[in-house]
């Protein structure tokens, strides 16, 4: 982002899509993780250890810096945080913010366009939320899960993620005016 906003002057809009971290740690795609591990820590790429820890501090402390530059050199009419798994499960009031942000009208779009958008990610929504492992890959995602320390949890809770099972603890309005009552209000 201080790239963008360094080359734009502030001309542009970030939209910051988040993922529960519980399903991004776990998962089997750790691309996200491998490729930029070793520059995100200014080390070799073979020094990044693959543990579960260490991808859940990667994902906290890149979106936790990702909010921290957002609230210092940004206003709410360039950041925008949303969850992926509020948009996969078709929160229309989501989408609706979403082209509020990007000054779009929904006049413009048409409410029945924007409900038809947001239902065609239905289909994607078993890939969220802890919906795609099985029970017992469950169990041991849990045992794992009664370990975190306080800063992982509170990685998680900074973004309304649900500390007992997988979803989230808010809507993504409240979500997004607790955010912005707490990081851009100056």
Not at 96 to 124: H, M, P, R
Request: charged share 30%; net charge negative; proline share 2%.
């Amino acid at each position: 982002m201080p790239f963008f906003n360094g080359v734009l002057g502030g001309n542009f809009k970030f939209v910051h899509v988040l993922r529960d971290g519980k399903d991004v740690i776990f998962g089997d795609n750790l691309r996200l993780f491998k490729d930029h591990c070793s520059i995100y820590y200014d080390i070799e790429p073979l020094e990044c250890p693959f543990s579960w820890r260490k991808r859940l501090n990667f994902w906290g402390d890149m979106n936790r810096e990702i909010l921290e530059y957002a609230s210092a050199n940004m206003s709410t009419s360039q950041y925008m945080p949303i969850r992926i798994e509020d948009v996969a499960n078709a929160r229309t009031d989501c989408y609706y913010k979403l082209l509020e942000f990007l000054n779009i009208s929904l006049a413009d779009w048409g409410k029945e366009k924007v409900d038809a958008e947001a239902s065609g990610f239905l289909q994607y929504s078993s890939s969220y939320g802890g919906l795609k492992w099985d029970e017992s890959r469950k169990e041991g995602l849990y045992r794992r899960i009664e370990q975190w320390q306080e800063k992982e949890w509170n990685d998680l809770l900074l973004w309304d993620y649900s500390k007992s099972s997988y979803g989230t603890t808010s809507s993504c309005l409240e979500f997004y005016e607790k955010l912005e009552k707490k990081y851009f209000s100056r």
